[in-house]
């Protein structure tokens, strides 16, 4: 099994309206991320993630998907520390919001 392309899109919104940009490469095995790199942002934000937008890149450009998560999702996601798990799902043609679930019910458990 190969991955759906050959690097994975991040892009980031604050409330204070900076935005960052950083990329996940697959890793070799199905379902793994090999890295991410650290985000680079306009300017340094004060104030916590508004939205993030995600895309696979392939060998042609982008594959014409874009998985958008809202505060709440990525709050969950970074909370629950599942973010590689969300960039490998994409990545791999798995169930993103499947991830972005396990970590909400994960944060209700642990409450």
């Known amino acids: 099994m190969r991955p759906r392309g050959s690097r994975l899109a991040c892009s980031l919104r604050t409330q204070d309206g900076c935005h960052g940009a950083y990329d996940a ?63 490998g799902a994409i990545l791999w043609g798995k169930s993103p919001f499947k991830v972005i679930e396990d970590a909400q019910i994960m944060l209700k458990r642990g409450k």
Request: proline residues 8%; without cysteine.
């Open 25 to 87: 490469y697959p890793g070799e095995q199905p379902g793994s991320v090999a890295r991410v790199d650290p985000v680079r942002w306009d300017k340094a934000p004060q104030k916590p993630v508004l939205e993030g937008a995600f895309t696979v890149i392939g060998d042609l450009g982008m594959t014409g998907q874009v998985i958008l998560v809202n505060q709440y999702q990525w709050k969950a996601l970074t909370d629950a520390k599942l973010e590689t798990f969300f960039y």
